[in-house]
């Protein structure tokens, strides 16, 4: 146990590191009742696209705008699916071979959360945002991800987006540093007690402070980029995975 804690507060540092045990704990002594997450929130700068594409050229990019579009081997749940796509989120997917090898997607405007009951909520019609960004581990040394986000860039570009927002699980380092080679900007963070149908929230943002007892009530968080540059600058290059890299 020694040894799991202090390899745990190596990678995550000393809170977030307790606050995951802690997580682990909670889950195992109330059969997955209570649960804890905490979510760091970014922007990285769209920017312009520039990857050569001759590398990469065996993997093909799709956007798949309707749920209908989805292999059925998608390793989503078929409800979350339909709650992005009720939103107007879509999916960029990557093929090699005709297998799925990873996939983001993207959202103008507010997001409703998959995992907690939160509505996060721009503070620009120039911002979107990217979320559950998911390479298989076979892949993740390759060119699956810069594909991807190469062609979110375009897309975003296209709309008129400068900066693409995502939260990131605070216990997932790996994605807090792919996202930080892309030039991302922290926003905030916010820590989430789940318990059945309670739910408590603090948070870095505006309201701050939340409490949920059910599931029509959801805090809406608001994210300031007005301190953001209103023209996305370059982003620094970015490396291959080699650690997860689903947020």
């Not at 002594?29 to 804890?36: D, H, K, M």
Request: aromatic share 10%; hydrophobic share 40%.
């Amino acid at each position: 146990m020694k040894n799991v804690l202090q390899q745990t507060i190596a990678q995550l540092g000393w809170l977030n590191g307790c606050l995951y045990l802690l997580d682990r704990v909670l889950a195992r002594l109330s059969a997955n009742r209570i649960a804890l997450f905490k979510y760091q929130f970014v922007a990285q700068p769209v920017g312009r696209a520039r990857l050569d594409l001759r590398r990469g050229a065996s993997i093909t990019v799709e956007l798949l705008s309707r749920r209908e579009q989805l292999p059925s081997s998608y390793p989503r749940p078929a409800a979350v699916l339909d709650q992005r796509y009720a939103q107007g989120a879509q999916s960029l997917a990557a093929w090699r071979g005709g297998e799925l090898i990873g996939f983001l997607w993207l959202l103008v405007g507010a997001y409703s959360e998959d995992e907690v009951r939160v509505r996060y909520c721009p503070d620009a019609a120039h911002v979107a945002w990217d979320f559950d960004v998911y390479v298989r581990p076979e892949d993740r040394l390759g060119w699956a991800f810069r594909r991807l986000w190469e062609e979110a860039r375009r897309l975003l570009q296209a709309r008129g987006v400068h900066w693409s927002c995502s939260r990131i699980s605070a216990f997932n380092p790996a994605s807090l540093r792919a996202h930080a080679r892309l030039g991302a900007v922290r926003l905030g963070s916010a820590t989430f007690l789940r318990c059945g149908n309670w739910q408590w929230m603090v948070a870095t943002l505006p309201p701050y402070l939340h409490f949920s007892a059910s599931p029509s009530s959801c805090p809406q968080l608001l994210l300031d980029t007005s301190r953001l540059s209103s023209s996305a600058t370059e982003e620094p290059p970015c490396r291959h995975l080699n650690e997860s890299e689903s947020s």
